[in-house]
């Protein structure tokens, strides 16, 4: 049984029920019906036209549900409409499941789930396996954000700044069980690429692959985190970095600058220094500026902190962060930093310690708690 096959027709087969009248709940159910069917029939009688196969099974089990429901026999005039067997369509639904699993009445988390489940064809339990929760919570969430779209308007979804932020946020998840979920958001971001042309959607196609070609890099062998200064770039991936490089350059060219796109230039700017030495700050810093204006967002005026510093001096960072809330996140861990660049070892492990404490992440909190003890150890000596 080829599972990529199913899963790369599983948007294609919704989108068709869902254009076809059914609502978003029960078009689904009705597509893992017939995924099930395929499984135990294919094997041995393997289809000539698999979409075909699928859109024909799943529209009869929609119907079928459709019929035995009092409260939707107003639908059992769609019998006559149900389509024949033999070659479907070649519709491209994917883009309008996108817009629907990102519709603006979920909430992030579940928009997350949703387009997992509905556009990424991952099974409830896998998904409950990378966000670490009991499947039976992720299924609640996923059927609570089923029941909130089934009653919206196909024609009323969200727009390409809600679809991006769902797959920025799939994207942060990274990766966890069986499921890795920063390989999957690329996956779905090019799909999203190909079928739309938007500046920000190459921007953000960019910057996850940019990101993602320092994966190797980025923790020790005992599962310790490598910070991005102590990397070793002979493991980055060159051909991912050549190709967002490639797709952020055609992107910038477009001369309509977005958040993503300015991401992912100060991520090319790392990429592209040999050395950690080599970095040139004083871009990333310009970068960092053009970002704030376009968002306004105080963690990314945070993250400009760490820049200046490396830019103009660690006291020059400790003055851009003045102006910056104490609590934000990673706050306390940028000012630890700074402070030990600024020659201040004892407020440094205070605050890494600090810092640890507040950490998303056990793996964060222990290269953090490391650090703190790393300074303690050197102010003993």
Not at 18 to 26: C, I, L, M, S
Not at 47 to 60: I, N, Q, S, Y
Not at 149 to 162: E, H, K, W
Not at 228 to 255: F, H, K, M, N, P
Request: proline share 6%.
């Amino acid at each position: 049984m080829n599972e990529v096959l199913l899963r790369s027709l599983t948007p294609s087969v919704l989108g068709i029920l869902v254009r076809r009248g059914a609502d978003f709940a029960a078009a689904e159910d009705a597509v893992q019906d017939a995924l099930v069917e395929a499984v135990r029939v294919w094997p041995a009688d393997p289809p000539r036209d698999p979409k075909g196969w699928l859109v024909t099974v799943a529209w009869r089990r929609f119907l079928d549900a459709t019929r035995a429901d009092a409260a939707r026999r107003r639908r059992e005039d769609l019998v006559d409409e149900e389509p024949a067997p033999g070659p479907a369509p070649a519709v491209e639904d994917t883009l309008q499941l996108y817009f629907l699993c990102a519709h603006p009445s979920l909430t992030p988390s579940s928009a997350v789930a949703l387009t997992l489940r509905a556009v990424g064809g991952l099974t409830t339990r896998q998904i409950a396996q990378a966000y670490l929760v009991p499947e039976a919570t992720m299924a609640q969430r996923i059927s609570r954000a089923k029941r909130t779209v089934s009653g919206v308007r196909f024609d009323q979804p969200g727009d390409v700044a809600t679809v991006l932020r769902v797959l920025y946020l799939v994207f942060n998840e990274g990766y966890s069980g069986d499921v890795d979920l920063a390989a999957e958001a690329i996956r779905l971001t090019r799909q999203l690429a190909a079928a739309i042309d938007h500046p920000e959607v190459a921007g953000l196609l960019a910057l996850m692959l940019l990101h993602h070609a320092r994966r190797a890099a980025r923790t020790a062998p005992d599962g310790s985190l490598v910070p991005l200064a102590e990397q070793d770039r002979g493991r980055w991936d060159t051909e991912s970095i050549a190709e967002g490089v490639e797709i952020l350059q055609a992107a910038l060219a477009r001369d309509r600058l977005g958040e993503f796109q300015a991401q992912a230039a100060i991520a090319a700017l790392h990429a592209d220094a040999p050395t950690a030495e080599e970095t040139d700050w004083v871009q990333i810093v310009e970068w960092y500026d053009e970002l704030a204006r376009l968002t306004d967002s105080p963690v990314v005026r945070l993250n400009r902190a760490v820049a200046v510093g490396e830019a103009d001096g660690p006291r020059a960072g400790l003055a851009a962060l003045v102006a910056l809330d104490d609590t934000l996140p990673r706050h306390a861990a940028v000012a630890a930093y700074l402070h030990e660049r600024d020659g201040d070892l004892a407020t440094a492990a205070r605050l890494y310690a600090e810092a640890a404490q507040k950490a998303p992440n056990l793996a964060e909190r222990d290269h953090l708690t490391r650090q703190a003890a790393r300074l303690n150890a050197r102010r003993c000596r």
